[in-house]
C-alpha cells in the first residue's frame, strides 16, 4: 500500500536550517509530482513546493530563496532543505504525490527562541 513516512523536524532557533525527509513506498515514486505542504495551527494545509518529474520545482512566495525541494528517485525520497527559518514558518509539514491521495502523518517544525 501507499506509504509517506515524513522525518527530520523538530525545535529550531531563528535562522537556523532543518532538512525534511519524506520516504515513499507503494507506487512508482519517478512518475509522480512530490509536494510539500504545511499546516499551522488554527490554518489551512498550505502548499510549499512542489517538484515534478522532470525535477522542474515551484515555491510558494513565502519561502522563495530560502526552501529547496529536490529528490532522489533512486532512494523514493523527497527532500525539502529549509534555511533562514522564521517562527512563521512553525507548523507540520506533509509531503504528498499530487493525485494519488495519499498523506503522511508529518514532521512538526517549531521555530522559537
Known amino acids: 500500500q501507499v506509504q509517506l513516512v515524513e522525518s527530520g523536524g523538530g525545535l529550531v532557533q531563528p535562522g537556523g536550517s532543518l532538512r525534511l525527509s519524506c520516504a515513499a513506498s507503494?507506487?512508482?515514486?519517478?512518475?509522480?509530482?512530490m509536494a510539500w505542504y504545511r499546516q499551522a495551527p488554527g490554518k489551512q494545509r498550505d502548499l510549499v513546493a512542489f517538484i515534478d518529474t522532470n525535477a522542474n520545482t515551484r515555491y510558494a512566495d513565502a519561502v522563495k530563496g530560502r526552501f529547496t525541494i529536490y529528490r532522489d528517485n533512486a532512494k523514493n525520497t523527497v527532500y525539502l532543505q529549509m534555511n533562514s527559518l522564521k517562527p512563521e514558518d512553525t507548523a507540520v509539514y506533509f509531503c504528498?504525490?499530487?493525485?494519488?491521495?495519499?498523506w503522511g502523518q508529518g514532521t512538526q517544525v517549531t521555530v522559537s527562541s
Open positions: 507503494g507506487f512508482i515514486f519517478s512518475t509522480y509530482t
Open positions: 504528498t504525490a499530487t493525485g494519488l491521495g495519499y
